[in-house]
Protein backbone atom coordinates (compact mmCIF):
# COMPACT_ATOMS: atom_id res chain seq x y z
CA UNK A 1 0.00 0.00 0.00
CA UNK A 2 1.65 3.66 -0.96
CA UNK A 3 1.03 6.77 1.15
CA UNK A 4 1.70 10.03 0.69
CA UNK A 5 5.07 10.62 0.11
CA UNK A 6 6.15 6.95 -1.24
CA UNK A 7 6.66 7.12 -4.80
CA UNK A 8 4.11 5.96 -6.80
CA UNK A 9 4.18 2.38 -7.83
CA UNK A 10 4.90 2.05 -11.74
CA UNK A 11 2.34 -0.08 -14.08
CA UNK A 12 1.41 -0.84 -17.45
CA UNK A 13 -2.31 -1.00 -18.25
CA UNK A 14 -4.54 -1.32 -21.04
CA UNK A 15 -6.51 1.95 -21.49
CA UNK A 16 -9.95 2.64 -23.08
CA UNK A 17 -8.87 3.49 -26.73
CA UNK A 18 -7.06 0.88 -27.91
CA UNK A 19 -4.10 1.94 -26.17
CA UNK A 20 -2.07 1.23 -22.78
CA UNK A 21 -0.72 3.68 -20.38
CA UNK A 22 2.21 3.72 -18.81
CA UNK A 23 2.86 5.77 -15.58
CA UNK A 24 6.07 6.38 -15.72
CA UNK A 25 5.77 7.74 -19.33
CA UNK A 26 4.00 10.84 -17.85
CA UNK A 27 6.62 12.70 -16.18
CA UNK A 28 7.34 15.31 -15.49
CA UNK A 29 2.87 16.13 -15.39
CA UNK A 30 0.96 15.70 -12.69
CA UNK A 31 -1.36 12.38 -12.41
CA UNK A 32 -4.77 11.76 -10.47
CA UNK A 33 -5.58 8.55 -10.19
CA UNK A 34 -9.21 7.75 -9.52
CA UNK A 35 -10.14 4.23 -8.37
CA UNK A 36 -13.48 3.16 -8.43
CA UNK A 37 -15.45 -0.07 -8.29
CA UNK A 38 -17.96 -0.35 -11.17
CA UNK A 39 -18.40 1.15 -14.56
CA UNK A 40 -21.94 2.31 -14.69
CA UNK A 41 -23.39 2.42 -11.44
CA UNK A 42 -24.57 5.94 -9.33
CA UNK A 43 -21.57 6.68 -7.18
CA UNK A 44 -18.62 6.04 -10.00
CA UNK A 45 -20.74 7.78 -12.99
CA UNK A 46 -21.16 10.85 -10.57
CA UNK A 47 -17.77 10.72 -9.97
CA UNK A 48 -15.88 10.12 -13.78
CA UNK A 49 -18.82 12.60 -14.67
CA UNK A 50 -17.24 15.29 -12.41
CA UNK A 51 -13.61 14.24 -13.18
CA UNK A 52 -14.64 14.63 -17.16
CA UNK A 53 -16.90 18.08 -16.39
CA UNK A 54 -13.23 19.42 -14.59
CA UNK A 55 -10.51 18.28 -17.38
CA UNK A 56 -9.73 21.30 -19.33
CA UNK A 57 -8.93 23.05 -15.24
CA UNK A 58 -6.91 19.77 -14.97
CA UNK A 59 -5.28 20.05 -17.71
CA UNK A 60 -4.37 24.14 -17.33
CA UNK A 61 -3.04 23.05 -14.12
CA UNK A 62 -0.90 20.33 -15.50
CA UNK A 63 -2.55 17.21 -14.14
CA UNK A 64 -3.87 13.85 -16.53
CA UNK A 65 -6.59 12.15 -15.04
CA UNK A 66 -7.36 8.55 -15.18
CA UNK A 67 -10.62 6.13 -14.26
CA UNK A 68 -9.03 2.90 -13.12
CA UNK A 69 -11.24 -0.59 -11.99
CA UNK A 70 -11.09 -4.07 -12.42
CA UNK A 71 -14.20 -3.77 -14.83
CA UNK A 72 -12.45 -4.96 -18.77
CA UNK A 73 -11.99 -3.40 -21.45
CA UNK A 74 -15.51 -3.87 -23.31
CA UNK A 75 -17.07 -2.76 -20.49
CA UNK A 76 -14.92 0.71 -20.29
CA UNK A 77 -15.23 1.46 -23.90
CA UNK A 78 -19.42 1.16 -23.03
CA UNK A 79 -19.07 3.38 -20.20
CA UNK A 80 -16.80 5.98 -22.01
CA UNK A 81 -19.24 6.08 -24.72
CA UNK A 82 -22.57 6.12 -22.95
CA UNK A 83 -21.36 8.81 -20.19
CA UNK A 84 -19.26 10.67 -23.03
CA UNK A 85 -16.36 10.72 -20.62
CA UNK A 86 -13.50 12.42 -21.47
CA UNK A 87 -10.58 10.93 -19.61
CA UNK A 88 -9.16 7.31 -20.38
CA UNK A 89 -10.55 4.78 -18.36
CA UNK A 90 -7.00 1.83 -17.30
CA UNK A 91 -8.45 -1.83 -16.94
CA UNK A 92 -6.70 -3.60 -13.67
CA UNK A 93 -9.01 -7.18 -14.19
CA UNK A 94 -6.18 -9.01 -12.26
CA UNK A 95 -6.16 -6.43 -9.77
CA UNK A 96 -2.60 -6.44 -9.51
CA UNK A 97 -2.59 -1.98 -9.23
CA UNK A 98 -5.55 -2.09 -6.97
CA UNK A 99 -3.71 -4.47 -3.94
CA UNK A 100 -0.28 -2.73 -4.92
CA UNK A 101 -1.99 0.76 -4.36
CA UNK A 102 -3.70 -0.60 -0.93
CA UNK A 103 -7.79 -0.07 -2.44
CA UNK A 104 -8.23 -3.72 -3.18
CA UNK A 105 -10.38 -4.38 -0.12
CA UNK A 106 -13.22 -6.79 1.95
CA UNK A 107 -16.67 -4.64 1.98
CA UNK A 108 -19.77 -5.99 3.56
CA UNK A 109 -23.06 -4.97 1.49
CA UNK A 110 -26.45 -6.05 2.67
CA UNK A 111 -25.07 -8.64 5.49
CA UNK A 112 -22.37 -10.10 2.85
CA UNK A 113 -18.69 -9.81 2.78
CA UNK A 114 -16.94 -9.71 -0.76
CA UNK A 115 -13.54 -8.08 -1.99
CA UNK A 116 -14.04 -5.29 -3.91
CA UNK A 117 -12.55 -1.41 -4.76
CA UNK A 118 -12.20 1.25 -1.75
CA UNK A 119 -13.08 4.25 -3.82
CA UNK A 120 -9.73 6.33 -3.69
CA UNK A 121 -7.51 8.72 -5.48
CA UNK A 122 -4.48 9.65 -6.06
CA UNK A 123 -2.22 12.69 -6.99
CA UNK A 124 1.17 12.06 -7.98
CA UNK A 125 3.55 14.68 -8.55
CA UNK A 126 5.58 15.18 -11.58
CA UNK A 127 8.69 13.45 -10.15
CA UNK A 128 6.33 10.23 -8.95
CA UNK A 129 6.01 10.81 -5.97
CA UNK A 130 2.54 10.39 -4.14
CA UNK A 131 1.38 14.26 -3.03
CA UNK A 132 -2.15 13.41 -1.82
CA UNK A 133 -4.25 10.50 -1.11
CA UNK A 134 -8.14 10.33 -0.59
CA UNK A 135 -9.55 7.21 0.74
CA UNK A 136 -13.03 5.89 1.10
CA UNK A 137 -13.90 8.66 -1.08
CA UNK A 138 -17.52 10.36 -0.48
CA UNK A 139 -17.94 11.85 -4.47
CA UNK A 140 -19.83 15.10 -3.10
CA UNK A 141 -17.28 17.66 -3.45
CA UNK A 142 -14.40 15.14 -4.13
CA UNK A 143 -13.40 16.13 -8.05
CA UNK A 144 -13.12 19.82 -6.82
CA UNK A 145 -10.95 18.78 -3.51
CA UNK A 146 -8.20 17.45 -5.95
CA UNK A 147 -8.44 19.95 -8.37
CA UNK A 148 -7.39 22.46 -5.89
CA UNK A 149 -4.42 19.91 -4.20
CA UNK A 150 -3.55 19.47 -8.46
CA UNK A 151 -3.55 23.72 -7.94
CA UNK A 152 -1.22 23.72 -4.97
CA UNK A 153 1.20 21.54 -6.19
CA UNK A 154 2.48 24.64 -8.35
Given at each position: M???A??????T?????D???T???L????????????D?????T???????????????????V????????????????????????????????????G???E????G??F?????????I????????????????????D?????????
Amino acid sequence: MVDVADMALDFTLPATGDTSVTLSALQPKAIVLFFYPRDNTAGCTKEAIGFTENLAAFDAAGAHVFGISKDNMASHERFLAKKELGMPLLSDADSEVCEAYGVWKEKKMYGKTFMGIERSTFLIDGTGRIANVWRKVKVDGHVQDVLDAVKALG
